[in-house]
């Protein structure tokens, strides 16, 4: 249905009451600014009641008011250019306390993820990790620092990983020469997917390459190439994405991982231990 919410609108017009298509038409025209608003505000600004907005989506199918508005933002978060979403966020929090709204909007999806992530996806994600003959991480744009972070750890617990470099697309397939049938290429990608990251697993694909995502929906293009994937939210009505949610559920592969492939780890960091103290790498709080 989130594919299709404005064909659901316009194709069952006719079939409306007055007040509903009131609503259909404001939201058709509206669409990015109503998937933002309450039920409240919808109804004002269509001439209808907050509760028949209630009862419209509910006559739609949906499991309530919030079902419809989400579907509508995800309808629209890989459309919004940086500026629409910029004014956007100024009719949305003008005269809010801006902290809390960031935070709350953080806290709502964390919670999200918590409760709706598919434990079966994410245990099919650290198996293909586990037994991988090489594991190439890919991230671009916003999501090259996520990539950075988790090929950190990943270092520390395996040596068969390369971090893809994206200064240079053509650069990408030279990185890339020699995956194959074996190999394991864990992606990242949120709104507005990046060409370069598609194009990329693409290729990894094509050479026999077992993808795996971090995306935010199981349609996106990352989604539909990936073998499995984890679903975490980054949208953020603003010029910046919200990468708490897709971070958190990088901590918990990396655990997962660590887990997995148990006494080693304990090994592994034994042994940096002791470099780290040899060579002095972390300072302590008595130092002067």
Do not use: C
Request: charged share 20%; proline share 2%; no cysteine.
């Amino acid at each position: 249905m989130a594919k299709g919410i404005l064909y659901t609108l316009e194709s069952g017009m006719s079939g409306f009451s007055k007040g509903q298509k009131r609503i259909a038409s404001y939201i058709m025209e509206n669409y990015d600014k109503a998937a933002f608003m309450t039920a409240s505000k919808l109804g004002q600004l269509s001439g209808v009641s907050e509760s028949t907005v209630v009862r419209f989506a509910y006559e739609l199918g949906y499991a309530g008011y919030p079902a419809l508005q989400r579907t509508l933002q995800e309808m629209i978060r890989s459309r919004l250019t940086s500026t629409q979403r910029i004014q956007v966020a100024d009719s949305m929090m003008s005269g809010h306390d801006v902290l809390s709204s960031v935070m709350r909007s953080d806290f709502d999806r964390l919670r999200m993820v918590a409760d709706k992530a598919d434990r079966r996806e994410f245990d099919l994600v650290v198996d293909e990790l586990v037994r991988a003959r090489h594991i190439y991480i890919l991230g671009v744009r916003s999501s090259s620092f996520v990539a950075g972070y988790l090929n950190f750890y990943m270092h520390l617990l395996l040596d068969n990983v390369t971090l893809v470099q994206s200064n240079e697309a053509g650069a990408i397939f030279e990185q890339l020469f020699r995956i194959g049938p074996g190999d394991v290429m864990l992606a990242i990608s949120f709104p507005r997917y990046s060409k370069i990251t598609i194009n990329t697993a693409k290729f990894a694909k094509d050479r026999g390459a077992t993808i795996l995502g971090i995306t935010d929906n199981e349609l996106s293009p990352l989604g539909q190439m990936s073998s499995a994937a984890v679903l975490a939210p980054s949208e953020m009505i603003s010029f910046v994405d919200s990468m708490v949610a897709p971070m958190s559920m990088v901590n918990a592969l990396l655990v997962a991982l660590g887990f997995r492939l148990g006494k080693d780890v304990s090994n592994i960091f034994s042994e940096l231990e002791d470099i780290w103290e040899t060579y002095g790498v972390f300072g302590r709080a008595d130092d002067e």
